[in-house]
């Protein structure tokens, strides 16, 4: 009896001990799955930004990404991402980066679309508000309604804000750019591509402008785009 009773009790163990075994490796599985889903890729925005060896800015700078630069988010800490890209891994903090289906043209679809109500709006320099714009406050005070902050000048925005795109893969929203339209050194004035070759600008007053005409095309500096 006392061997019968003693075989029991090692089977109950063994059974409890299985038992443990299979919640731990089912909570092994779960934290791989959650590592998984945490891994999502991301947009620098913002101009030009410093990666850093940890999460906050008395880590030294690894190296420098500008906006456009697509990595992959595997860390957080306090506001802080940490991303790879290439062969380098380090943090950025988390207000530079946006999710990259921003990136599909919908950011500038409603840009347009909020433009177009001030179509007739008078030019005035120094402007940014409805009260009257110049070419910059225009495109500052659009973007602005989206979360984006731009500086309130055309050189700054084609400096600073967004990246560079070809012709070829212009989306309605974009940043046309254009030299020696006024007389001042630089990049001097900024429009918003609206489709089938056309801006819409801030001109005297807002108004439409056909980018494929002698003029545009003979000032044409750059096209961007803000992620």
Same mark, same amino acid.
């Given at each position: 009896?006392?061997?019968?009773?003693?075989?029991?009790?090692?089977?109950?163990?063994?059974?409890?001990?299985?038992?443990?075994?299979?919640?731990?490796?089912?909570?092994?599985?779960?934290?791989?799955?959650?590592?998984?889903?945490?891994?999502?890729?991301?947009?620098?925005?913002?101009?030009?930004?410093?990666?850093?060896?940890?999460?906050?800015?008395?880590?030294?700078?690894?190296?420098?990404?500008?906006?456009?630069?697509?990595?992959?988010?595997?860390?957080?800490?306090?506001?802080?991402?940490?991303?790879?890209?290439?062969?380098?891994?380090?943090?950025?903090?988390?207000?530079?980066?946006?999710?990259?289906?921003?990136?599909?043209?919908?950011?500038?679809?409603?840009?347009?679309?909020?433009?177009?109500?001030?179509?007739?709006?008078?030019?005035?320099?120094?402007?940014?508000?409805?009260?009257?714009?110049?070419?910059?406050?225009?495109?500052?005070?659009?973007?602005?309604?989206?979360?984006?902050?731009?500086? #309130?000048?055309?050189?700054?925005?084609?400096?600073?804000?967004?990246?560079?795109?070809?012709?070829?893969?212009?989306?309605?929203?974009?940043?046309?750019?254009?030299?020696?339209?006024?007389?001042?050194?630089?990049?001097? #004035?900024?429009?918003?591509?609206?489709?089938?070759?056309?801006?819409? #600008?801030?001109?005297?007053?807002?108004?439409?402008?056909?980018?494929?005409?002698?003029?545009?095309?003979? #000032?044409?500096?750059?096209?961007?785009?803000?992620?």
């Amino acid at each position: 009896t006392e061997s019968v009773q003693t075989e029991s009790a090692n089977e109950e163990e063994l059974a409890k001990l299985d038992e443990m075994q299979a919640e731990l490796e089912d909570k092994a599985d779960a934290k791989e799955d959650v590592s998984e889903t945490e891994t999502v890729s991301m947009v620098v925005t913002g101009g030009t930004i410093n990666v850093r060896t940890g999460p906050g800015t008395n880590y030294d700078k690894i190296t420098q990404v500008v906006s456009g630069k697509q990595v992959t988010v595997v860390g957080e800490s306090n506001g802080w991402y940490q991303v790879t890209f290439g062969s380098t891994t380090g943090w950025l903090l988390g207000e530079y980066l946006r999710d990259p289906a921003d990136l599909d043209g919908t950011v500038g679809a409603k840009v347009v679309s909020m433009a177009m109500p001030f179509l007739g709006t008078r030019y005035r320099s120094g402007g940014a508000s409805p009260n009257g714009f110049d070419c910059s406050g225009f495109t500052m005070y659009l973007y602005a309604k989206l979360g984006y902050s731009l500086p #309130h000048s055309a050189t700054a925005q084609y400096k600073n804000c967004g990246y560079a795109v070809a012709k070829s893969d212009l989306q309605p929203g974009d940043l046309v750019f254009f030299v020696g339209t006024y007389d001042t050194a630089g990049i001097s #004035h900024v429009g918003i591509y609206v489709g089938d070759g056309w801006m819409l #600008h801030c001109g005297d007053p807002i108004s439409y402008a056909n980018l494929n005409s002698s003029y545009w095309q003979s #000032h044409l500096y750059a096209y961007g785009r803000l992620p």
